[in-house]
């Protein structure tokens, strides 16, 4: 069974850094690519970055050249590092497989506020 374990969240004003963190049971870390999702209150849950099995990145527009996905692959592990945060970024955000094929986790919660 895949399980997913995010952390690193936290209140952090604008203009600061975050460092997130998944870890997933389930041995799929060399099958899939993966994934960091967010959703913000009254919407819904969008990808904002992804990661292919041999490292090609690719963001949403909204978090493109101020966050940066990578994966540890021997720790089944995939980081988010969110650099330049603005209040629209606060969430909770979550990782799953690119297409989230699995049961979500509990996510972490991120709120950028002065």
């Known amino acids: 069974q895949v399980q997913f374990v995010e952390s690193g969240g936290g209140l952090v004003q604008p203009g600061g850094s975050l460092s997130l963190a998944c870890v997933a049971s389930?041995?799929?870390?060399?099958?899939?690519?993966m994934g960091w999702y967010r959703q913000a209150p009254g919407k819904l849950r969008e990808l904002i970055a992804a990661?292919?099995?041999?490292?090609?990145?690719n963001y949403a527009g909204s978090v493109k050249g101020r966050f940066t996905i990578s994966r540890d692959n021997a720790k089944s592990t995939v980081y988010l590092q969110m650099n330049s945060l603005k209040p629209e970024d606060t969430a909770v955000y979550y990782c799953?497989?690119?297409?989230?094929?699995?049961?979500w986790g509990q996510g972490t919660q991120v709120t950028v506020s002065s």
């Open positions: 799953n497989s690119n297409t989230a094929s699995f049961k």
């Open positions: 990661i292919t099995i041999r490292g090609i990145t």
């Open positions: 389930g041995n799929i870390f060399s099958i899939y690519a």
